[in-house]
């Protein structure tokens, strides 16, 4: 169930991944809220120098590990524009950490991957629950979804 502080998050994950889109980068914006509601870290995607594991929801894995108790992490949620890659569900479930609200899920991202004919990607975009299956997840949300979908679009319609 997403709730109105839960979509105040996630527009500030879909502002930054519009903020990656105009670096170069991919359109993926994440934040990490911790338990009393407060946004202590925030990334988007880094992409563009040629390391495909600058993911926002592997630096917040990371930074949690290194900034948060366990105790924290386990009661932060991390937001997102789109659904972590297994990847990054993995890096979370190895830290630790709580909730995952996304804006997005990867099988709209693979749909709409598709429909603007980029190729397959070479991991496979396994939901969550495949990956941390105890992990609690909500999304995607309709009307984000859309946007974070524009700018895909924008993305690929200009490389
Ligand atoms: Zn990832």
Do not use: K
């Not at 502080?5 to 500030?12: I, K, V």
């Not at 809220?33 to 600058?54: C, K, L, Q």
């Not at 859309?146 to 895909?152: G, S, T, Y």
Request: hydrophobic share 35%; proline share 6%.
């Amino acid at each position: 169930m997403v709730d109105e502080t839960d979509l105040e998050h996630l527009r500030r994950c879909v502002e930054l991944a519009a903020e990656a889109l105009d670096a170069g980068d991919e359109p993926f914006g994440s934040v990490l809220v911790t338990g009393d509601g407060t946004r202590v870290f925030e990334d988007h995607n880094h992409v563009s120098g040629g390391d495909h594991t600058r993911h926002p929801e592997f630096a917040i894995a990371r930074w949690a590990a290194e900034q948060l108790t366990p105790e924290q992490r386990a009661a932060a949620t991390v937001y997102t524009s789109g659904e972590h890659c297994p990847m990054c569900s993995a890096a979370h479930g190895w830290v630790g950490l709580g909730r995952i609200v996304y804006a997005s899920s990867s099988q709209q991202l693979t749909a709409w991957l598709t429909e603007l004919g980029t190729p397959a990607a070479r991991v496979r975009p396994l939901p969550i629950g495949e990956i941390v299956p105890d992990t609690d997840v909500d999304g995607p949300v309709p009307e984000l979804a859309e946007q974070v979908r524009a700018l895909h679009v924008r993305r690929h319609r200009t490389s």
